[in-house]
């Protein structure tokens, strides 16, 4: 029996196309490797430096106690005492820049209101988070994923909306996870934000980490409002397998 005849395939593989997709592969595995070493470090001063500066400030403490009545030394012990405190508090601040631990042991939800508030207090403007009811479990990379939005969004917000008001809604329909981050500040400008300029790079990296887990990431003008803009994260809750990895995330 002869062979049959080669015939070649009617649309040849696309160079380009898998290129592009091994680029976004390998971004996707950078920025979850990323993400798991900022939290290792978090983790790292947490256990090292925290517990460190925690023991300092009890052996002051109770030399403190032992100090003949010397107002210079009691002074100084006063000094070394607020320097104790303030150290502890960058490391704090340092730790929660890293890695939020609220997401991991409190959940989605009580991350998301802890940053709001914050972010509102710190900026002196109304800032509110409409979340959902229902308790939902999140693969580690999608609750990330949310959480980066936010940060996001809100830095933008504070270097270039000049806004009043933020409105954070999280949704969850059952199928899609959505994250809108949204402000009533000056709007959009008119260059689009994939653009190469070095203002757009955390949204080019905020919607590759999107396409990795199988979702998408838009920015427009804020629906129903005559000005403001809304950043949009929209996640499947069955995504491909690199974005079903890891522990799960709970909400509070």
């Known amino acids: 029996m002869s062979a049959a005849p080669f015939s070649p395939p009617d649309h040849p593989p ?3 196309a898998a290129r592009t997709a091994d680029l976004s592969e390998l971004l996707g ?10 939290r290792l470090m978090a983790r790292q001063l947490h256990d090292s430096l925290g517990s460190s500066m925690t023991a300092l400030t009890m052996h002051l403490a109770l030399l403190t106690r032992q100090l003949p009545d010397d107002a210079a030394l009691r002074d100084r012990s ?8 303030t150290i502890i508090d960058t490391n704090r601040d340092l730790q929660l820049a890293l890695w939020n631990d609220k997401l991991e042991f409190l959940g989605i939800k009580a991350a998301i209101s802890e940053l709001v508030a914050e972010f509102g207090a710190a900026h002196q403007l109304s800032a509110h ?5 229902q308790d939902h479990s999140y693969p580690r990379l999608q609750g990330v994923a949310l959480l980066r939005c936010l940060e996001e969004g809100l830095r933008n917000i504070a270097a ?19 994250l ?6 000056v709007g959009m400008a008119a ?4 653009g190469g300029s070095a203002l757009h790079h955390g949204l080019r990296a905020l919607r590759e980490r999107a396409a990795y887990l199988g979702g998408r990431l838009s920015v427009g003008p804020a629906p129903h409002a005559p000005h403001g803009t809304a950043l949009t994260l929209t996640l499947p809750h069955a995504g491909p397998a690199t974005g079903c990895a890891g522990s799960a995330v709970s909400a509070a």
Request: no cysteine; charged share 25%; proline share 7%.
């Open 129 to 133: 988070a409409s979340l959902p009811e």
């Open 191 to 194: 260059v689009p934000p994939w």
């Open 160 to 178: 270039h909306a000049r806004a009043s008001a933020v409105e954070v809604i999280l949704d969850d329909d059952g199928e899609h996870i959505m």
């Open 29 to 38: 595995h950078v920025t979850t490797a990323w993400d798991d070493q900022r």
């Open 14 to 16: 696309d160079p380009l």
């Open 78 to 85: 006063a000094q070394m005492k607020k320097l104790l405190t």
């Open 180 to 185: 809108t981050v949204r402000d009533n500040g």
